[in-house]
């Protein structure tokens, strides 16, 4: 199986700051990377397909970047509503496996 | 736009099988692959496994000796079944339309349904 790792597993952040998480897969992806916006009690919503492509309805302010092993979400300025847990998902191999969360608090 | 709900018990016995029934409403079956995804209280997402709208199938190979997924393009529904079940399956239960070869990505989900295992 292909391993997701993800950095930091929880991170606190004020209104307006500039938020990253990676994501590090145990072989080469390409590109096959997705991330999830989980809240509390909620389904996960889909955020970023294929590493860095936006799904649709999402804030502009979430992007994805990365190839191989090594991946990125930025939220460029962090809202309250993006209180959540994330989550990174490889499309590369089978099983399809998810990172273990970042779970992003407001200050 | 599609949609997906989970339905079936949300209590099973140790040694029992887990049933439970995911209806797509706003779109079409026949199509996409239709997945399940769980995940225990508190923890991260497992993939289960898919089935293809033509009855390809795939399942995690840490369950495929007690899971089965079904289609009933009839009644645009599919179904999970995990047998010889114990207390560390219990876990929200989620289903999700799979997108591009693989699937790739899951888009939308279904709300998830908890399901605990306990005597």
């Known amino acids: 199986d292909i391993q997701m790792t993800q950095s930091p597993s929880s991170l606190s952040a004020s209104v307006g700051d500039r938020v990253t998480i990676t994501c590090r897969a145990s072989?080469?992806?390409?590109?096959?990377l997705n991330w999830y916006q989980q809240k509390a009690g909620k389904a996960p919503k889909l955020v970023i397909y294929?590493?860095?492509s936006l799904q649709g309805g999402v804030p502009s302010r979430f992007s994805g970047s990365g190839s191989g092993t090594d991946f990125t979400l930025t939220i460029s300025s962090l809202q309250p509503e993006d209180f959540a847990t994330y989550y990174c998902?490889?499309?590369?191999?089978?099983?399809?496996?998810f990172g273990q969360g970042t779970k992003v608090e407001i200050k | 736009q599609v949609q997906l709900q989970e339905s079936g018990p949300g209590l099973v016995k140790p040694s029992e099988t887990l049933s439970l029934t995911c209806t797509v409403s706003?779109?079409?079956?026949?199509?996409?692959?239709w997945s399940w995804i769980r995940q225990p209280p508190g923890r991260g997402l497992e993939w289960i496994g898919y089935?293809?709208?033509?009855?390809?199938?795939n399942y995690n190979p840490s369950l495929k000796s007690r899971v089965t997924i079904s289609v009933d393009t009839s009644k645009n529904k599919f179904s999970l079944k995990l047998n010889s079940v114990t207390v560390a399956d219990t876990a929200v239960y989620y289903c999700?339309?799979?997108?591009?070869?693989?699937?790739?990505?899951?888009?939308?989900w279904g709300q998830g349904t908890l399901v605990t295992v306990s005597p």
């Open positions: 999700a339309r799979g997108l591009a070869v693989g699937p790739g990505w899951f888009d939308p």
């Open positions: 706003g779109g079409s079956i026949s199509s996409y692959y």
């Open positions: 089935i293809y709208h033509s009855g390809t199938i």
């Open positions: 072989q080469s992806i390409s590109s096959h």
């Open positions: 294929g590493a860095s």
């Open positions: 998902q490889q499309s590369y191999g089978t099983p399809r496996t």
